[in-house]
T-cell receptor, first 109, second 114 residues
Framework: GQNIDQPTEMTATEGAIVQINCTYQ??????LFWYQQHAGEAPTFLSY??LDGLEEKGRFSSFLSRSKGYSYLLLKELQMKDSASYLC??????????WGAGTKLIIKP | IAGITQAPTSQILAAGRRMTLRCTQD?????MYWYRQDLGLGLRLIHY???????GKGEVPDGYSVSRANTDDFPLTLASAVPSQTSVYFC?????????????FGPGTRLTVL
């Protein structure tokens, strides 16, 4: 079967750095996406990785290792507004997204 | 309209009733999707449409039907609602399937079936 695993919840301090991990087992691989979802709102796109390595976009970076079936999202200089759920999703061989359950990130002052 | 709209925002429905959730996008995207999101679970694909006139079944299609008569609209119908269909429903669209085509999401419909 297809499976995406991420930690259920993480806590970090304002101004710090946090790394959210995602491991996957899917039928085929056509890219990995990270989305942010604030409580009661829709998911919004953060990043896309299809090749191994690090993609940096401002305070957010995303890393991919296809051989390990592993990705992480790195958030730097955490702000209170970063409190949200972070969803990992893999595009499978049918070009459909398979979603993890999400990681709820709690930022403390 | 800018992006994707969904209606209604929320709904309480008696079991056995028929209900249509509406979704409209103005981005001229080819592909559209319906997901449900339940606590502790990832987004699960109900139905999708790669282009107007075509539809396909996702991971959890039972009890739901869709149509795609034109590019902009993608309604989801529950023929006879059951309590297990209580969920938050998101409609999404993307310009294409391959590559980095991200999915854009509507604001969601919170449905409670009693």
């Amino acid at each position: 079967g297809q499976n995406i695993d991420q930690p259920t919840e993480m806590t970090a301090t304002e101004g710090a750095i946090v790394q959210i991990n995602c491991t996957y087992q899917t039928s085929g691989f056509n890219g990995l996406f990270w989305y942010q979802q604030h409580a009661g709102e829709a998911p919004t796109f953060l990043s896309y990785n299809v090749l191994d390595g690090l993609e940096e976009k401002g305070r957010f970076s995303s890393f991919l290792s296809r051989s390990k079936g592993y990705s992480y999202l790195l958030l730097k200089e955490l702000q209170m507004k970063d409190s949200a759920s972070y969803l990992c999703a893999v595009k499978d061989s049918n070009y459909q997204l398979i979603w993890g359950a999400g990681t709820k990130l709690i930022i403390k002052p | 309209i800018a992006g994707i709209t969904q209606a209604p925002t929320s709904q309480i429905l008696a079991a056995g009733r028929r209900m249509t959730l509406r979704c409209t996008q103005d981005m001229r995207h080819n592909a559209m999707y319906w997901y449900r999101q339940d606590l502790g679970l990832g987004l699960r694909l109900i139905h999708y449409s790669n282009t107007a006139g075509t539809t396909g079944k996702g991971e959890v299609p039972d009890g739901y039907s869709v149509s795609r008569a034109n590019t902009d609209d993608f309604p989801l119908t529950l023929a006879s609602a059951v309590p297990s269909q209580t969920s938050v429903y998101f409609c999404a669209s993307s310009d294409g399937l391959a590559g980095d085509n991200e999915q854009f999401f509507g604001p969601g419909t919170r449905l409670t079936v009693l």
